[in-house]
């Protein structure tokens, strides 16, 4: 029953160095999400994806990119990463509107 | 834009007591769905409790309870006979059909025993 999972759950990087966080799924959930929590703030919206083939842009977009693969999986790309990119990266998959979120257990990255 | 509140960036509660934590929306749709997230310090999100809007009943699980007032546009989260497990942050959030979910800022319990 692994429900949403994350890879990897650690990362550090130096400043410039590119990296894909991956996320997948196995709720056949139609919508996937990928967002951002820093130090004592709630989850902030990067992007999104509401259909396999479809991404938009969330609250703080300005950074990445995003691939949604397939229906399970939805990756997230640093393409030059930065020190104000330090933070905790959560996944979650939604089936639809009254159905919870389900989230992954989390990516800390860490960019010196 | 819809927006979240949560005023109590941090509050505590005596072991086996009730608190309750605090939240507002700012909304002018008529359709939507309200939840409450716990984070403990694993990272994970754990739905604790959600509401649907159209209902009048404020949702139960187990010790957890909510205090949905519409018109207010508030949504506090009862928590009843606390444990030491339920020491987190906690989460607000809010979605319609159509838009995505927004989170407020959260509120950290401590159980003090």
């Known amino acids: 029953n692994a429900g949403v999972t994350q890879t990897p759950k650690f990362q550090v990087l130096k400043t410039g160095q590119s990296m894909t966080l991956q996320c997948a799924q196995d709720?056949?959930?139609?919508?996937m999400y990928w967002y951002r929590q820093d130090p004592g703030m709630g989850l902030r919206l990067i992007y999104y994806?509401?259909?396999?083939?479809?991404?938009d842009k969330g609250e703080v977009p300005n950074g990445y990119n995003v691939s949604r693969l397939n229906k399970r999986e939805f990756s997230l790309r640093l393409e030059s990463a930065a020190p104000s990119q330090t933070s905790v990266y959560f996944c979650?998959?939604?089936?639809?509107?009254?159905?919870?979120?389900?989230f992954g257990d989390g990516t800390r990255l860490s960019i010196l | 834009a819809q927006t979240v509140t949560q005023s109590q960036p941090e509050m505590s509660v005596q072991e086996a007591e009730t608190v309750t934590l605090s939240c507002t929306y700012d909304?002018?749709?008529?359709?939507?769905?309200l939840f409450w997230y716990k984070q403990p310090p694993s990272r994970q999100m754990i739905l604790v409790i959600r509401?649907?809007?159209?209902?009048?009943q404020n949702a139960t699980e187990n010790r957890f309870s909510v205090n949905f007032q519409k018109a207010a546009k508030s949504f506090s989260l009862k928590i009843s006979d606390s444990q030491l497990g339920d020491a987190a942050m906690y989460f607000c959030?809010?979605?319609?059909?159509?838009?995505?979910?927004?989170f407020g800022e959260g509120t950290q319990l401590t159980v003090n025993p």
């Open positions: 994806s509401a259909s396999e083939g479809t991404t």
């Open positions: 979650a998959s939604h089936q639809k509107g009254n159905q919870p979120q389900h």
């Open positions: 959030a809010y979605r319609t059909l159509a838009s995505r979910l927004t």
């Open positions: 509401q649907e809007a159209y209902k009048q």
């Open positions: 909304t002018s749709e008529s359709d939507y769905y």
């Open positions: 709720m056949n959930h139609n919508s």
